[in-house]
């Protein structure tokens, strides 16, 4: 008799993946208006303008000189 264990492995693997999405997620939510702020200040190098701090993380503007 062969025991076949591809299922399981498939299943664990599944398992890891959805894991590691919960925590990719979770920390996009927490640290997602500090990450558009960083590209948001990137953004204005490229276009000649100023980057201007919002109140909260993620309100930062590009405004002309």
Same mark, same amino acid.
């Given at each position: 008799m062969r025991n076949?264990? &591809?299922g399981?492995?498939?299943v664990? #693997? $599944?398992?890891?993946i959805? !894991? ?7 920390? !996009?939510k $927490? $640290?997602?208006? #500090? $990450?558009q702020d960083?590209?948001? &200040?990137?953004s204005?190098?490229?276009?000649d &303008?100023? #980057?201007v701090e919002?109140?909260n993380?993620g309100d930062g503007v590009c !405004?002309?000189?």
């Open positions: 076949n264990n &591809k399981q492995a498939l664990e #693997y $599944l398992l890891i959805a !894991v590691i999405s919960v925590v990719v997620v979770s920390i !996009v $927490l $640290l997602g208006g #500090y $990450l960083a590209m948001t &200040k990137a204005c190098s490229f276009i &303008k100023v #980057y919002g109140e993380p !405004v002309d000189e």
